[in-house]
């Protein structure tokens, strides 16, 4: 049964701390993104990888970084936490075809930042 | 900015009526997707369609798309408790293979 994970379901950190959100699939997919999800505005992507060690902005990198070790692991780095940061965190990942590109995702990681 | 948009945003159906979500995007793509997401849980891909198909079928499911309107439907037949959940469409923009856009989605509560 093909996966991916997420370190949390939840996570409360209070402002400014610096918060890693870890995604881990098991299906040796090439690519893996990082959305937020807030009500009345979708999903929105922050960041995504090709490849290990390769990333690319998204639509709202601003506040984010990212870090792809390992092709299974996708981090999400928030290097000083705000309260606009709040907000469901889903990861997601596919493989390399030129026309099929279903996405798996994660179970989310809701954070609160206080 | 948003590719997809979703109509309606909320749709409210009995059990056993057919459910039907439009989802319109502004440029040319390559395919589109569609995905449920049962109240705050991750999303799960339903349905592909590519830019050179008009409609496709899986199980209670038809999708269609008119490129000229840049517009696509997703009806749910025959539709169960279980169906309720927010749906939305992704867009995979030509020559983007890998990088999806997702619309605002549809809320969909069936009544048992």
């Known amino acids: 049964d093909v996966k991916v994970t997420q370190s949390s379901r939840y996570l409360v950190k209070r402002t400014g701390e610096k918060v890693f959100l870890e995604c881990v699939q098991d299906?040796?997919?090439?690519?893996m993104f990082w959305y937020r999800q807030d009500p009345g505005l979708g999903l929105r992507l922050i960041y995504f990888s090709y490849d290990v060690k390769m990333k690319e902005k998204g639509d709202i990198p601003e506040g984010y970084s990212v870090s792809r070790e390992k092709k299974e692991r996708f981090s999400l780095i928030l290097e000083s936490a705000s309260t606009n940061q709040t907000s469901m965190y889903l990861c997601?990942?596919?493989?390399?075809?030129?026309?099929?590109?279903?996405?798996?995702f994660g179970p989310g990681t809701r954070l609160t930042v206080l | 900015s948003q590719q997809g948009e979703e109509d309606p945003q909320a749709l409210s159906i009995q059990e056993g009526e057919n459910a039907t979500m439009n989802c319109s995007y502004k440029?040319?793509?390559?395919?589109l997707q569609w995905y449920r997401q049962n109240s705050g849980r991750g999303l799960v891909h339903l349905i592909l369609i590519r830019s050179n198909e008009r409609e496709k079928h899986s199980g209670r499911l038809r999708v269609t798309l008119d490129t000229s309107k840049k517009s696509s439907s997703l009806l749910i037949t025959a539709s169960r408790a279980a169906d309720t959940a927010s749906y939305f469409c992704a867009t995979s923009a030509s020559g983007g293979y890998q990088k999806v856009t997702f619309g605002t989605g549809t809320k969909l509560q069936v009544i048992p």
């Open positions: 440029t040319s793509i390559n395919n």
């Open positions: 299906m040796d997919h090439e690519n």
């Open positions: 997601a990942s596919s493989g390399w075809a030129r026309t099929d590109n279903e996405q798996f």
